[in-house]
C-alpha cells in the first residue's frame, strides 16, 4: 500500500473495483469503456489479437463491444497507445514503452557484448535462437537470474571457453546444462550424448566423495543398482573404465 494512503479504506476506495470482465474485486488497472479491468484481465487483454469485428483488421483486441467480443482500442474507445517505440508492434509493454521481443534483444546484446559493442560473432546462432523463442517471457525471466547472466558474459568476454569440457567444470550444473542443451539446439557446440555428458559429471563428483569420506556435504551413496558394499575410493583408472563402457562401441 502506497504510503499515501494512511489507511486500507482510503486506498481501497480509490483503486479496488468490481472488474467488468472476470467480475473479481481487484486493484484496477485500466477504466476502459466496459468498465474498471483488474491486472489478470488487463494482461489477457494486451495479448489478444485477431480481425476486429468492427473494423476487420488484424491487429491487438483489447476492447469490448456491446456483446462482449474483442475490439482493437480505436473501436473500443481505448486511448491508451500499446505500440512498442521500436518495432511499432501492438501488445504489452515494458520499461521504456518497448515490447518483450525488443527488451529480449536489449539485454541479450549487453549480456553477449565481446567489449566491441556487438555480439560475440559465435554466439550469434544463440542470440537469433533465443529471440525466436515462442515465450519471450520465459527468456526474460531466466535473464533476471544471477547465474545464467553471468555465463553469458563469461561465454562473450572469453573468459569461459566455448567447449563441452569449459562446462563439465562448472559448479553450477543445472544452469549450464540447461544453457549447454540450447548451444547444442542452435549448432554452437558439437553435437555429443547428452546422458553421457551429465554422467560423466556425475561420476566425477561421486569418486571425489568417496575418496574423502568425511567432507562436510559430500555423499558417498552408490548409484542405483550397484553394491554398496562395493563402494570406497577408487583410483583414476577405474572412472575410465567405468566411462569406456557407456560410449557406444565399447564391449
Known sequence: MSPAYDTREKYE???????????????KAANWSDG??????????TRTHGSCPGCRSERLLPGRDASGMPVCRECAGITRDFSCDRCRVEGPLLA?????????????SALLDDGTGRVHPPLAPLFDRMLTMQRTKSGLAWLTRAQPRALLQDLASGRLALTHE???????WRTAAYLRDILLECGVLPAVDRQLLLFERWLTGHLAAVATPNTPGC????PPGTNSANSGPKPAKDRWATLRHTRPGSS
Open 36 to 45: 474498471p479491468i483488474c491486472r489478470t484481465c488487463f494482461d489477457k487483454a
Open 13 to 27: 476506495r480509490w483503486h479496488i473495483r468490481i472488474c467488468a470482465r472476470c467480475g473479481r474485486q481487484a486493484a
Open 219 to 222: 555423499s558417498t551413496a552408490s
Open 166 to 172: 569449459a562446462f563439465q567444470q562448472l559448479p553450477n
Open 96 to 108: 521504456g514503452r518497448l515490447c518483450p521481443r525488443c527488451t529480449l534483444t536489449d539485454r541479450l
